[in-house]
């Protein structure tokens, strides 16, 4: 706090905020796309009540990131999220060699750049057919008459 009062003393609050803000929100909105990414695929686990089951959620209600080196450097690792999801004490600089050296980490949902931008449209979960589906896929479902019996956003 004191560095914060310091910096815009010296360059004044309204230049330090034009700085400070627009770091802010990209950082948070690339914080959102990680989640909602590594959350939000098409074979995402989806279970409630008696279903559920933590391991099964770790490993198949979250994502391998597979990111660049460069950009698994500047985000902890954070593409390892299954098993940040199943053993959130290991440290982050050691989530590639736990992934690596264990054979349950080998199987999870694999994400790319590419791939994750692909599943930005998935909002709905499709109760019959237990996978994540766009609204496009709902209303052409709709139009041919293929309404599944339960989807919840």
């Known amino acids: 706090m004191t560095l914060v009062v310091v910096i815009s003393?010296?360059?004044g609050p309204k230049a330090y905020l034009l700085v400070q803000l627009p770091v802010v929100f990209i950082a948070t909105g690339i914080g959102?796309?990680?989640?909602?990414?590594?959350?939000?695929?098409?074979?995402?686990?989806?279970?409630?009540?008696?279903?559920?089951?933590?391991?099964?959620a770790a490993l198949k209600g979250s994502s391998y990131y597979k990111l660049p080196k460069?950009?698994?450097w500047f985000t902890g690792n954070i593409g390892f999220h299954h098993i940040h999801h199943?053993?959130?004490?290991?440290?982050n600089y050691l989530l590639e060699q736990a992934?690596?050296?264990?054979?349950?980490?080998?199987?999870?949902?694999?994400?790319?750049?590419i791939t994750g931008f692909k599943q930005t449209g998935l909002s709905l979960w499709d109760e019959d057919n237990k996978k994540l589906i766009s609204f496009r896929q709902f209303k052409k479902q709709q139009r041919a008459?293929?309404?599944?019996?339960?989807?919840?956003?």
């Open 9 to 11: 003393l010296a360059i």
């Open 32 to 56: 959102f796309w990680f989640f909602f990414v590594q959350h939000n695929y098409e074979d995402a686990y989806w279970a409630q009540g008696d279903e559920w089951d933590y391991t099964t």
């Open 70 to 72: 460069i950009l698994q």
């Open 86 to 91: 199943l053993s959130p004490k290991i440290p």
């Open 99 to 113: 992934h690596n050296e264990n054979e349950i980490f080998q199987t999870p949902v694999t994400l790319t750049l």
């Open 145 to 153: 008459g293929l309404q599944p019996a339960k989807v919840s956003v």
